[in-house]
T-cell receptor
């Protein structure tokens, strides 16, 4: 069975600082991995995804994530936080058939 | 990516009533999904709706409570029946974006409050 664990329900960073949101997963088969972002009062927007190939995946808005099979991790990073990055971030895993499991979410706060 | 709209965007309903949520996509899609996001929580899949067949419900969700229609390849509805305050949630529609990678695209959601 698949599962997703996001470490930290809330993360606070200063504007310009590194953003690191942690995600660990479990899957019995090579997974598809996703990061979605949810801005207040909006639906989910796909940030990036890993399917196969290059383990470092670049997404929109300067975010990237690295698939580390040995650590079963897919952490999301951004070198320099912007105020507009404040949102809820969801890590998700799927092993095919659109049976996608979402993590509990991490709310990112960005301080001026 | 597909552009998805939902109606209503939010509603406040009385206990015991029903609400139908509409999901419209700007292109034909095979699969449409309905999720529930309870306050402060993650997404839980309610059901998958394919055109021309009965919706497939996940464990814990039943058709009598959440009837779903999928009359064509661009539209679906979810009804929340006989509502109670516990049904207060955001209901999200999503569609298949890429079958080879399980990519989904989401609508803006319907924020439901039941009094």
């Amino acid at each position: 069975a698949q599962s997703v664990t996001q470490l930290g329900s809330h993360v606070s960073v200063s504007e310009g600082a590194l953003v690191l949101l942690r995600c660990n997963y479990s899957s019995s088969v090579p997974p598809y991995l996703f990061w979605y972002v949810q801005y207040p009062n909006q639906g989910l927007q796909l940030l990036l995804k890993y399917t196969t190939g290059a383990t470092l995946v670049k997404g929109i808005n300067g975010f990237e994530a690295e698939f580390k099979k040995s650590e079963t991790s897919f952490h999301l990073t951004k070198p320099s936080a912007h105020m507009s990055d404040a949102a809820e971030y969801f890590c998700a895993v799927s092993d095919g058939g659109f049976k996608t499991i979402f993590g509990a979410g991490t709310r990112l706060f960005v301080k001026a | 990516s597909a552009v998805i709209s939902q109606k209503p965007s939010r509603d406040i309903c009385q206990r015991g009533t029903s609400l139908t949520i509409q999901c419209q996509v700007d292109s034909q899609v095979t699969m449409m999904f309905w999720y529930r996001q309870q306050p402060g929580q993650s997404l839980t899949l309610i059901a998958t709706a394919n055109q021309g067949s009965e919706a497939t419900y996940e464990s814990g969700f039943v058709i009598d409570k959440f009837p779903i229609s999928r009359p064509n390849l661009t539209f679906s509805t979810l009804t929340v029946s006989n509502m109670s305050p516990e049904d207060s949630s955001i209901y999200l529609c999503s569609v298949d974006g890429d079958f080879s990678t399980d990519t989904q695209y989401f609508g803006p959601g319907t924020r439901l409050t039941v009094l």
